[in-house]
């Protein structure tokens, strides 16, 4: 088509980014995991603000309690009373028996489930180093406090009220991915797929994955 001047109109680029879409997060923990996605959402909500025009965006973060199977069926019943795009429950393995029937579940109904075992220490963890050692959960603090010392991080100690943790290890966040998605790889090769028998193992990257494309 062309304009009055008789030359061929270009076509514009369309530069818009995709929109965050309306997340439902709810977790088992109180405290390290609610603190970790409630910086993820002002990221994104701060980004989005001042560059495009968003009419909704919700990432609703919430701290349960609550584990597997009743942190599902707390999920299923939020998302009846909502509008989401994406729900999804976020849980360690702990001694919870129910662990793989919950995941299992959730999948059923639609709901996306971040899990760890043994505890979401191990997706901060990875974010340092590579870890493939089946050992009681304080060694990942004790290995998270070297860490945080090495770097003077939190005054060289870890704790699980740290407000900021997420901008903490953003800057390792690429290396944290790549070490969980090959270490879940990993148990797949080798036929081992309940996610009870992967110890240790997260799947948590694969959310934040689909959140900080938006602020990347």
Not at 20 to 42: A, C, D, Q, R
Not at 98 to 115: E, K, L, Q, V
Request: hydrophobic share 35%.
């Amino acid at each position: 088509m062309k304009n009055r001047g008789g030359r061929k109109r270009q076509r514009k680029v369309n530069t818009r980014i995709a929109e965050p879409g309306n997340y439902l997060i709810i977790t088992e923990g109180t405290e390290t995991e609610v603190n970790y996605f409630k910086s993820i959402k002002s990221r994104i909500e701060e980004l989005f603000r001042s560059k495009i025009i968003v009419e909704k965006i919700s990432l609703k973060i919430e701290g349960t309690g609550r584990s597997t199977m009743v942190l599902v069926n707390e999920a299923i019943k939020k998302r009846s009373l909502g509008t989401y795009s994406d729900v999804w429950v976020v849980f360690d393995k702990d001694d919870n028996n129910d662990f793989d029937d919950a995941i299992t579940y959730a999948r059923r109904n639609g709901i996306n489930a971040a899990w760890s075992n043994q505890c979401f220490e191990l997706w901060l963890l990875l974010h340092f180093q590579d870890f493939k050692s089946d050992v009681d959960r304080s060694i990942y603090y004790d290995k998270l406090n070297n860490h945080f010392k090495t770097r003077s991080i939190n005054n060289g100690k870890y704790d699980k009220n740290i407000s900021d943790i997420f901008n903490i290890t953003f800057p390792f966040i690429d290396k944290a991915i790549k070490r969980s998605n090959n270490l879940f790889s990993e148990y797949r090769e080798g036929n081992i797929f309940e996610p009870s028998k992967m110890n240790p193992c997260t799947t948590v990257q694969c959310l934040v994955e689909e959140l900080i494309r938006y602020i990347k």
